[in-house]
Every structure is written in C-alpha cells, then in structure tokens.
C-alpha cells in the first residue's frame, strides 16, 4: 500500500492550499494563464485531487472570487462593529475597506486581478452585482441616501485609481478627500 493510503486526509486544508496557490499564480501570471494543471503542479496535488475540489477552471476562479469576497465582507463586517453611528455605517465601512486595500500589497494584487476578472467575465459581473445589490437591501434604511450612495460610487473610483495608479493624489489629499466622504455619510 503506499503511503497515499495511511496519509490522514485533510480535505479542507488541501481545498485551501490549491485557492492559495491559484491565487499566487494569478497574481503572478494574471487569471488569464492560470490552468488546472499548473495549479495541480504547483501545489503537488494530484490532478485528480484539484478535480475533486474543483471541477473545472471556472469551479476554481469562482472559488477564489468567493474566497476574496468573503475576506471582504469580513472585513466591511468588522468595521461597522466597531462604528456607533447606524446612519451610513456600511457606506464607510466599504470607504474605508476599499480605500485601504492599497494598503495591502497583496491583497491589492488580488483585487486588481479579480476587478480585472470582473471586468471580463460576464457570470464575475453578475456575482458582484448581486453582492452589491444584497448589501445595498441589507442596509437600505441607513445607507440609501443619495450622499450614502454617492460615497459609495466615490469609493469604486478610488478603487479604479489605486488599481491603476491614476489622478496621483498624495496622502494627505486622499485623507482629506476620505475624511470629506466620511462626513457625506453623516448627512
């Protein structure tokens, strides 16, 4: 028998380490070039193992979009926590996670390449669609202000900005532009 049979199997820490490498390959090749079999490789996975996981190199992509978005729920999840003030909470919540993202090298390499994905695959689309929409429900009797709205789309465009490097605003401008978007939430 080979060791393969006395081997403990851990599927959920196996699950994990192939989104952790599909997620270094993605960041270093782009989504594009990622395929099963380079994760399978890269991972030392078997190829039948990725497939048990992941079916196909969708199963996979829409794995890791899931992975990033849970971690960015999280996130806006744990800042309204922490704000006392009902009134437009998400909509700084989601300022202030999507403005920091940059803050994250890694991190923000994963968003560029998942805003990119986005960008390009329909069913990605819909997904964040969606994920917008449910929150924009959730949260409609505090953050349905037109100001709450408009920190929102403020928001996406600081993100396109970081992504892309553009409008070169230097920190203390940035701040102050934040800090002005916080105070439309207040509204």
Same mark, same amino acid.
């Given at each position: 028998?080979? /060791?393969?049979?006395?081997r403990?199997k851990?599927p ?7 989104l952790?490498?599909?997620?270094r390959?993605t960041?270093e090749? $782009?989504?594009g070039?990622v395929?099963?079999?380079g994760?399978? #490789?890269? #991972?030392?996975?078997?190829k039948?193992g990725? /497939?048990?996981?992941?079916? &196909? ?6 794995? /890791? ?13 744990e800042?309204?926590r ?9 909509? +700084?919540?989601?300022?202030?996670a999507?403005v ?5 090298? $890694? ?7 998942? &805003?990119? @994905? ?5 069913? /990605?689309?819909? +997904?964040?669609r969606?994920?917008?929409?449910? +929150?924009?429900d959730?949260?409609?009797? &505090?953050?349905?202000?037109?100001? @709450?709205?408009l ?5 996406? $465009? ?5 992504m892309v490097d #553009?409008? $070169?605003?230097?920190t ?9 978007l916080?105070?439309?939430?207040s509204?």
């Amino acid at each position: 028998m080979s /060791l393969a049979h006395h081997r403990r199997k851990q599927p959920a820490l196996v699950r994990q380490q192939l989104l952790d490498v599909a997620a270094r390959l993605t960041l270093e090749q $782009g989504m594009g070039a990622v395929t099963l079999d380079g994760v399978s #490789s890269a #991972s030392g996975v078997s190829k039948g193992g990725l /497939l048990h996981h992941f079916p &196909t190199k969708n199963a996979l992509l829409d794995a /890791l979009f899931d992975n990033l978005l849970e971690r960015f729920d999280a996130d806006i999840d744990e800042r309204m926590r922490e704000d006392p003030v009902p009134h437009g909470r998400f909509s +700084r919540a989601y300022l202030r996670a999507v403005v920091e993202i940059k803050d994250n090298p $890694g991190e923000a390499a994963h968003w560029a390449q998942v &805003t990119i @994905a986005i960008l390009a695959e329909p069913r /990605l689309r819909a +997904r964040w669609r969606d994920w917008v929409q449910d +929150r924009a429900d959730e949260y409609v009797g &505090t953050d349905s202000s037109i100001d @709450a709205q408009l920190v929102r789309f403020a928001a996406d $465009g600081l993100w396109l900005a970081d992504m892309v490097d #553009s409008h $070169g605003a230097g920190t203390v401008d940035r701040q102050a532009l934040v800090a002005r978007l916080i105070e439309l939430t207040s509204k």
